[in-house]
């Protein structure tokens, strides 16, 4: 019994791996398990103006993979509209994860979640871009046509 107890636990590890993650300051963590259904980067104006930067890495994941163990009372959330709702530590500002309940996915932030080995495959809303970015990887002009874009792709 023993024996077996250890091998369906050790399947279950193998299956899903879990991944650290927090705000800036530690009051907020989470684990994410398994793996992303997508990878990359995003352009666009909302990407840009909410992290404050020229580009959002983004990691997108079921949302049951995504489990808040610490601080859940610290986190605000805020949706501009009903597509993103996007969640922060109100102690620290940091940024944690948004969600997007009309794709059934969450983005956590790559920078939020350092041991996960972050492999971008994709850029989005490349029409947008504020940093050009010659890595040989596929930019789309809004988003892939199974995301609701229209799935035309834009030179580097
Ligand atoms: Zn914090
Ligand atoms: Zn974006």
Known sequence: MEAIDSKQSAARAV????YNGS???GAVQF???GEPAAMGY???ESCRH???GPVNAFSLWKPEAVRVTKGADRIGTYNKTPKSYRKWCKTCGGHLFTEHPGWGVTDVYAATIPDFAYQPGV???YQDTRLRMKDGLPKFKDMPAEM???GATLAE
């Open 15 to 18: 299956e899903a791996k879990s």
């Open 23 to 25: 705000c800036f300051c």
């Open 31 to 33: 684990t994410v398990t």
């Open 42 to 44: 995003c352009h666009c």
């Open 50 to 52: 909410w992290s404050a």
């Open 123 to 125: 850029h989005v809303n």
């Open 148 to 150: 609701g874009g229209s």
